[in-house]
């Protein structure tokens, strides 16, 4: 988890908890558990977790909903 210090236009790059797990298509539970574990980089502010859009899109382009894991590169 990383600190940051931020204002209100910066969280314009970032997404919160709720809109992340729609676009990845996992519960928002989930989603939680992977940004504890670190899987998902994402901050922690005011008690509530944000991805960055840029990590998001990461994310999604390297993740099967289906197995749960990182999809595999040839």
């Known amino acids: ?6 204002t209100m236009f ?3 790059n970032y997404v919160d908890v709720r809109g992340a797990a729609r676009q990845i298509g996992i519960h928002e539970e989930s ?3 992977l940004l504890r574990l670190g899987t998902v980089p994402g901050v922690k502010i ?4 944000f991805i960055s859009k840029e990590q998001l899109a ?14 595999k590169f040839m």
């Open 1 to 6: 988890m990383m600190l940051l210090k931020t």
């Open 10 to 12: 910066e969280l314009e």
């Open 31 to 33: 989603l939680r558990r």
């Open 46 to 49: 005011g008690g509530q977790w």
């Open 58 to 71: 990461l994310f999604i382009a390297t993740y099967d909903v289906r197995t749960g894991k990182r999809k």
